[in-house]
T-cell receptor, first 115, second 113 residues
Framework: EAQVTQNPRYLITVTGKKLTVTCSQN?????MSWYRQDPGLGLRQIYY???????DKGDVPEGYKVSRKEKRNFPLILESPSPNQTSLYFC??????????????FGPGTRLTVL | AQSVSQHNHHVILSEAASLELGCNYS??????LFWYVQYPGQHLQLLLK??????LVKGIKGFEAEFIKSKFSFNLRKPSVQWSDTAEYFC???????????FGTGTSLTVIP
């Protein structure tokens, strides 16, 4: 089954404790992306990756890191989480054909609470 | 940065009523346009998309949207809503000059049986 998976689905942590949220897709998609969803603000793009070893900042990259060492994986790293990073996080992937983006497939979301 | 505006934040309709959700974007060049739906507790799913060609696009579950370039709009419509359409709806834009997606703030739709 074609899917985007995220782990963990729920996480409660404390300020300053490094954490990683994993994202994996099995569709051989070139493009992967992380979003955070907050009430009244919709989805905002954190980072995206066009392919292996190619990453770029989205609209709200501060406090986050990513890496793309393999095509299927795109982990989101919070080196020193703060309460304002409490949010619902979505990973997404899409294929690129002829330089054009196709639809994004979204993962199930990770609800993060930073105390 | 580009912006995407969804003017209706909360919409409440009775079953069988017609629906139109507004979406406007700020970019003047070529765009790819999307509408996504998020049912309660679930992740986003694509309803429909516009890349080029016929500006009236049809999606799943009876939804359609019309791209009006002169108005920078991509409004979502459905002639007759059902209770199962209760969800949050997001408009999204990708410009041809970059690889970022821009989402609107979402419209929460509640359909009363």
């Amino acid at each position: 089954e074609a899917q985007v998976t995220q782990n963990p689905r729920y996480l409660i942590t404390v300020t300053g404790k490094k954490l990683t949220v994993t994202c994996s897709q099995n569709m051989n998609h070139e493009y992967m992306s992380w979003y955070r969803q907050d009430p009244g603000l919709g989805l905002r793009q954190i980072y995206y990756s066009m392919n292996v070893e190619v990453t770029d900042k989205g609209d709200v990259p501060e406090g986050y890191k990513v890496s793309r060492k393999e095509k299927r994986n795109f982990p989101l790293i919070l080196e020193s989480p703060s309460p304002n990073q409490t949010s619902l996080y979505f990973c997404a992937s899409s294929s690129l054909s002829g330089g054009t983006h196709n639809e994004q497939f979204f993962g199930p979301g990770t609800r993060l609470t930073v105390l | 940065a580009q912006s995407v505006s969804q003017h209706n934040h909360h919409v409440i309709l009775s079953e069988a009523a017609s629906l139109e959700l507004g979406c406007n974007y700020s970019y003047g060049g070529t765009v790819n346009l999307f509408w996504y739906v998020q049912y309660p507790g679930q992740h986003l799913q694509l309803l429909l998309k516009y890349f080029s060609g016929d500006p009236l696009v049809k999606g799943i579950k009876g939804f359609e949207a019309e791209f009006i370039k002169s108005k920078f709009s991509f409004n979502l419509r459905k002639p007759s809503v059902q209770w199962s359409d209760t969800a949050e709806y997001f408009c999204a834009v990708m410009t041809n000059t970059g690889n970022q997606f821009y989402f609107g703030t979402g419209t929460s739709l509640t359909v009363i049986p």
